[in-house]
């Protein structure tokens, strides 16, 4: 069984669609809501929610604070009951069967972090696309690169250093005690699920399930709009502490090709040179 957990900020509008996306799988015996401070009405809601059906649960506390998208979910998923935890963020939307997808995959019960392709949604809720995780990037990946050997020998951890393909926490699928062992999520605004992914995929077993599971949505109030340049400084924050703690990763020649051509990073590299060595530790 799975816990779905739903960190929810100002998006009244898109919440009811959310949670009744989580709501259609009878391998969802929880959906865990926590409101972060919203202006709109989305705590109200929540408890709505929480109120008339027994499968959601609303841990939102008193006091309305603001603590962060990266806090909330680790409380979220330490107050999961399950050893599957889905994250699907406030105004996303999960496709119908996705969990009976992922667990009808041979490798489903081999791995510990998972995710698929994404289908995208407009503020209205109309499809404008697709995108098939490593195969549907922004930027193209190193010609040293054989994509789909790559894929196909589960070598996904170097094609993230490129790039966060995965593309958002709704895509997101884990056990509860690989987040223990990553730390769950670092304090970042803007990529906080990259660093998550980089992690879960460095001290997991990690499966791409090559079909749509999960519906982004984009709209003008996106987070990750917000700032390029915070953005990029962040990335670079995320991959030197991934380079200190991980130095054996990066000093692979395939994660070092991705690092070097990685757009997020061209304005400020990361030093590979100056990650320890764990005998020097």
């Known amino acids: 069984m799975f816990s779905v957990v739903v960190p929810v900020y100002n998006h009244r509008v898109f919440l ?21 401070g919203s202006r709109d009405g989305s705590p109200q809601l929540a408890a709505e929610w929480a109120h008339t059906h027994e499968k959601v649960r609303d841990l939102t506390p008193a006091g309305g604070a603001n603590r962060g998208a990266h806090h909330r979910l680790n409380e979220l998923v330490a107050a999961a009951r399950n050893d599957w935890v ?6 996303d939307a999960f496709v119908a069967k996705r969990f009976e997808t992922m667990a009808a995959d041979p490798r489903f019960a081999y791995s510990d972090f998972v995710f698929g392709n994404l289908l995208l949604m407009n503020g209205c ?7 098939r995780g490593p195969f549907d990037t922004s930027t193209p990946f190193p010609t040293s690169f054989d994509l789909a050997a790559m894929v196909e020998a589960g070598d996904l ?11 958002t926490t709704s895509n997101m699928v884990f056990r509860k005690e690989l987040h223990a062992r ?15 992914a980089l992690r879960a995929m460095a ?14 949505r984009m709209h003008a109030a996106n987070t990750i709009g ?17 380079a200190w703690d991980f130095p054996e990763i990066v000093s ?18 990361v030093v590979l040179q100056s990650a320890p060595s764990r005998a020097s530790l």
């Open 226 to 242: 917000e700032s390029a340049v915070k953005v990029d400084l962040e990335a670079h924050d995320a991959f030197e502490r991934f």
């Open 182 to 196: 990553v730390g769950g999520f670092a304090p970042y605004r803007y990529v906080h699920d990259w660093d998550f």
């Open 86 to 91: 889905a994250v699907l963020n406030s105004d």
């Open 157 to 167: 951890l170097d094609l993230l250093s490129h790039q966060n393909y995965i593309g």
């Open 125 to 131: 809720g109309r499809l404008v696309g697709a995108k």
């Open 252 to 269: 692979r020649p395939g994660f070092g090709a991705g690092l070097r051509t990685n757009v997020n990073l061209s304005r400020h590299p």
């Open 16 to 36: 009811s669609e959310a949670i009744s996306s989580a709501l259609r799988s009878e391998l969802v015996s929880e959906v865990l809501l926590l409101d972060d």
């Open 203 to 216: 001290l997991g077993k990690p499966l791409y399930v090559r079909r749509f599971l999960t519906t982004y």
